[in-house]
């Protein structure tokens, strides 16, 4: 069984930066793929970024230059770093994991820019 628990979300004025934070826990082979997705209202839920066990990172066009994913594989865990935020960048942040052909998601983690 895999857990993700995401942390960070809230509320940020334009221009501010935020951290996401998720821990993944359970049974997790050391070759996988680590993201964040957001789903905004009445829209469809849309990779942020990824990044790979090896360091490889994928960013969202939107976000490239503004947000920066990490991770540290000792603890499996998985930062995003988002700064210069926008109102568009409201959504629910969610966590996932792919292992293989399988996909895990968090909660997920409300973010809201707004003056």
């Known amino acids: 069984q895999v857990q993700l628990v995401e942390s960070g979300g809230g509320l940020v004025q334009p221009g501010g930066s935020l951290g996401l934070s998720c821990a993944a826990s359970?049974?997790?082979?050391?070759?996988?793929?680590m993201g964040w997705y957001r789903q905004a209202p009445g829209k469809e839920r849309e990779l942020v970024a990824s990044?790979?066990?090896?360091?490889?990172?994928n960013y969202a066009d939107s976000v490239k230059g503004r947000f920066t994913i990490s991770r540290d594989n000792a603890k499996n865990t998985v930062y995003l770093q988002m700064n210069s935020l926008k109102p568009e960048d409201t959504a629910v942040y969610y966590c996932n994991l792919k292992i293989l052909r399988s996909y895990y998601w968090g909660k997920g983690t409300l973010v809201t820019v707004s003056s």
């Open positions: 990044i790979t066990s090896n360091g490889n990172t």
């Open positions: 359970g049974s997790i082979f050391s070759i996988n793929t």
